[in-house]
């Protein structure tokens, strides 16, 4: 396994604006596929979002409300899978490409996930991903409606399993309360952690 996180230092991507989404998601899962190069045919991506690309697709709602032109760039951008997109192409990644959406652990999901996947013999590994921003009014409003919070900075976490990796014992030992400065992201930065031997 390998891991990876990315923060507000992510550079641009080209393709995308306004938002930090996919930058993170690009960078988390860049160095994680540079450190540890594979067969993209081989390899899967899943990614996984409480509330996804709230920025683009808040600053999209604002803007046809307000009677602006429609931008298509953002619509692409608000969908989750875009980046993916961007990433399968960059690394020859040719697996399923999934964006999940949860309420409050990415980490078990992400793992049960993979499990799920890599029963396909034509898969080797699987490449997980948390990401979530700090937010808008309206994602605040939906995390407090859903008792979670956000994290304290944009933040994602990318974690390479293989098919030979214990997960079934890593999902169990994932904590699944929300808590800061993580929020749902809790998780997935412990096991990054342990992944790369350092603490949260």
Excluded: K
Excluded at 100 to 112: G, I, Q, V
């Amino acid at each position: 396994m390998i891991a990876a996180m990315a923060d507000a230092s992510a550079p641009p991507v080209a393709g995308f604006v306004e938002s930090a989404f996919s930058p993170l998601v690009h960078q988390a899962v860049q160095r994680c596929l540079t450190a540890r190069p594979g067969d993209g045919s081989r390899t899967a991506m899943v990614l996984a979002s409480t509330m996804g690309d709230a920025t683009t697709l808040d600053l999209g709602s604002r803007l046809l409300a307000g009677g602006q032109p429609h931008n298509p760039l953002l619509f692409m951008q608000s969908t989750a899978n875009a980046v993916l997109g961007r990433l399968s192409r960059e690394f020859a990644v040719t697996g399923p490409l999934l964006s999940l959406s949860t309420l409050a652990d990415p980490a078990a999901e992400l793992l049960a996930t993979a499990e799920l996947l890599l029963e396909d013999e034509e898969l080797d590994r699987v490449v997980l991903i948390g990401v979530e921003l700090t937010g808008t009014e309206r994602t605040a409003a939906a995390h407090r409606a859903l008792r979670t919070g956000p994290p304290a900075a944009d933040l994602a976490v990318a974690i390479v399993v293989d098919r030979d990796d214990p997960l079934g014992h890593l999902r169990h030992d994932v904590p699944s309360a929300p808590s800061a400065p993580y929020g749902t992201l809790r998780g997935l930065v412990e096991l990054a952690a342990r992944i790369q031997g350092t603490q949260p």
